[in-house]
């Protein structure tokens, strides 16, 4: 079995609930992932990234924190694929990264992964400078309309929990 057919028998268990099994497969697959994610092909590395969060590995955020780093595209989207599903019951994987995610929504030279990011923005807690940021893009027609569209929606769904809790 590869990495990435493990990554996805993580995943069907993590969505059945299937726990003890889910933790017996990453013990297996622990050293396996951090090999893949030091690799020199970038490929690997994207699949070892997102196999993070298909294997809801929350003890694996700082190998995270390196993805979103990465010098490919591939391997930062992959990172940012497993940020979404592991901040989708908690924003606090989300608030510890914010910084990041802000930076990479404004700079990174890849269109997918500032969407990427956009999208993960969803999943935290609504604070105000991040409503700002993507409001700004939203308004900003020197960027492309997907990502504009993206910040857009994501704004709006954070003004909205903001407005619910006060």
């Known amino acids: 079995m590869s990495l990435v057919e493990a990554a996805a028998k993580a995943d069907e268990l993590a969505q059945s609930g299937s726990e003890r099994e889910l933790a017996t497969l990453r013990r297996e697959w622990e050293d396996e992932l951090e090999s893949a994610a030091r690799s020199a092909d970038y490929r690997e590395r994207a699949a070892a990234y997102r196999a993070i969060g298909q294997f809801r590995f929350r003890q694996k955020l700082e190998l995270l924190r390196r993805g979103l780093d990465d010098e490919s595209p591939a391997a930062r989207g992959s990172a940012l694929l497993s940020?979404?599903?592991?901040?989708k019951d908690s924003p606090g994987v989300v608030n510890a990264i914010r910084p990041l995610l802000h930076?990479?929504?404004?700079?990174d030279g890849n269109q997918a992964v500032r969407r990427l990011a956009v999208l993960c923005l969803r999943n935290g807690s609504p604070q105000r400078e991040t409503i700002v940021l993507l409001s700004g893009l939203a308004e900003d027609d020197e960027q492309e309309a997907e990502l504009r569209n993206a910040a857009r929606t994501v704004a709006g769904d954070l003004k909205k929990r903001a407005a619910a809790k006060s």
Do not use: E
């Open 83 to 87: 940020v979404q599903l592991l901040s």
């Open 103 to 107: 930076s990479m929504v404004s700079t």
